[in-house]
């Protein structure tokens, strides 16, 4: 039985997943807006940075959503910006497929994550991602703009915002250029932590 295709982004009040370049990636606001992530067991551990961190509601939802995902899709720019930043051993550990006009050979990390390029648009992306993850869950990583797309396309069933109690004021907009028209939303649950509040909603068509 497939999966599910879905997202999970971190988002500030005023609607933003992302500053307005890479650049600014690692910026006060961009720390800020990922505050509630770094202190996580899972994701130290992840990532490389060792043992400790902080249990609770929100190291298990960042667990649940790793453990969910058979495969991911992204855009060249998240990939662009995620190349020089992720460590040898990539944090996702599944097949990444990237949609991009670049032509390039797959390329493997340590730990599982194989980056492969994607010529043929968003809808080539997502069946290859959902041949490999077989009966888990197809994870649309990011940025705004693919995100956005599949949501038009009507091919992501749920998604979930961490929501961050910092102010943006300019960036990327997680909904911005939304057809309306053809994307409607069921809420499935909310929770709040210390940090962040979680919102989970299931997409009708």
């Known amino acids: 039985m497939a999966g599910k295709v879905f997202f ?21 606001q961009w720390m800020a807006l990922q505050q509630w992530v770094f202190p996580q ?3 130290r551990g992840n990532v490389g940075l060792g043992d400790g961190g902080e249990e609770g509601r ?13 495969a991911s899709v992204m855009g060249k720019r998240m990939f662009d910006a995620g190349e020089s930043a992720w460590p040898e051993d990539a944090p996702f550990h599944t097949p990444v497929y990237v949609v991009t006009h670049e032509r390039r050979d797959p390329w493997e990390r340590l730990g599982g994550t194989t980056f492969h390029f994607v010529n043929s648009g968003i809808e080539s992306a997502l069946e290859q991602a959902r041949d490999a993850a077989g009966d888990r869950d197809v994870r649309i990583a990011g940025g705004g703009e693919i995100i956005l797309q599949y949501l038009n396309a009507g091919s992501v069933d749920e998604f979930s915002i961490a929501l961050s109690p910092v102010l943006f004021g300019a960036g990327v907009r997680l909904f911005d250029g939304i057809d309306v028209e053809r994307v409607g939303l069921e809420m499935v649950s909310t929770e709040a932590s210390e940090r962040v509040t979680h919102l989970e909603y299931r997409v009708r068509r």
Do not use: H, Y
Request: negative net charge; hydrophobic residues 35%; proline residues 3%.
């Open 41 to 43: 067991r899972f994701f």
């Open 58 to 70: 929100d190291n298990d939802i960042l667990r649940e959503t790793f453990e969910r995902t058979g």
């Open 8 to 28: 999970s982004v971190s988002m500030s009040l005023d609607g933003f997943i992302a500053p307005r370049t890479s650049d600014e990636l690692m910026g006060k």
